[in-house]
Nanobody, 115 residues
Framework: QVQLVESGGGLVQPGGSLRLSCAASGPIGTFYVMGWYRQAPGKQRELVATITSGGRTDYANSVKGRFTVSRDNIKNTVYLQMNSLKPEDTAVYYC?????????WGQGTQVTVSS
């Protein structure tokens, strides 16, 4: 069992930045891919960004050029740097690690972009 704990969310003004962290209780090197998802009120959970163990990244079109995902296999942590935040980025952000038999999720961290 691996536990994922997100942190770094909060209230930020439009145009601002936040960095989310996802700390794993075990080695993340065993996960080929890890990702960040988000869910806004009344909407389905959507994929934001993924990163493979080799460092290949992929992003939703809505965040390309503004968000950067990275991982530190030594610290067992995945990060999501979010710049130029917009009100439509407001959501609960979740960390995800698909294992062989279990799909791991964190508890989520709230990001609110508002003036």
């Amino acid at each position: 069992q691996v536990q994922l704990v997100e942190s770094g969310g909060g209230l930020v003004q439009p145009g601002g930045s936040l960095r989310l962290s996802c700390a794993a209780s075990g080695p993340i090197g065993t996960f080929y891919v890890m990702g960040w998802y988000r869910q806004a009120p009344g909407k389905q959970r959507e994929l934001v960004a993924t990163i493979t163990s080799g460092g290949r990244t992929d992003y939703a079109n809505s965040v390309k050029g503004r968000f950067t995902v990275s991982r530190d296999n030594i610290k067992n942590t995945v990060y999501l740097q979010m710049n130029s935040l917009k009100p439509e980025d407001t959501a609960v952000y979740y960390c995800n690690a698909p294992g062989l038999s279990v799909n791991y999720w964190g508890q989520g961290t709230q990001v609110t972009v508002s003036s």
